[in-house]
Nanobody, 124 residues
């Protein structure tokens, strides 16, 4: 059974930092594309970062480029989202996702597997 379990969400002040973690199980980590999505109230789900473990190539939405970094710990089957310079508009539920095909994550926004989500709130 494939499982993706996120953690690390919470309340942070504008300009602050937060790191989200997603522990994966039930599949060969290095054979799957991994990504992070977010959905704010009243808005569509947005793909914000993705990575292909085999070569480490990563991709970012313009809205987070230069502020967020996606990284891996293959020994722990964990993907991280390091978020810096957080803004109130970054407030959303953040989801981890996985698919054997990176395009399903980055181009189609339709990965096969999803985590349960973790809330990030940026507010003073």
């Amino acid at each position: 059974e494939v499982k993706l379990v996120e953690s690390g969400g919470g309340l942070v002040q504008p300009g602050g930092s937060l790191t989200l973690s997603c522990v994966a199980s039930g599949f060969t980590f290095s054979n799957y594309g991994l990504g992070w999505f977010r959905q704010a109230p009243g808005k569509e789900r947005e793909g914000i970062a993705a990575i292909w473990p085999r070569d480490g190539d990563s991709y970012y939405a313009d809205s987070v480029k230069g502020r967020f970094t996606i990284s891996l710990d293959t020994a722990k089957n964990t993907v991280y989202l390091h978020m810096n310079q957080l803004k109130p508009e970054d407030t959303a539920v953040y989801y981890c996702a996985a698919d054997p095909t990176l395009a399903k994550i980055w181009l189609d926004n339709s990965p096969r597997y999803w985590g349960q989500g973790t809330q990030v709130t940026v507010s003073s």
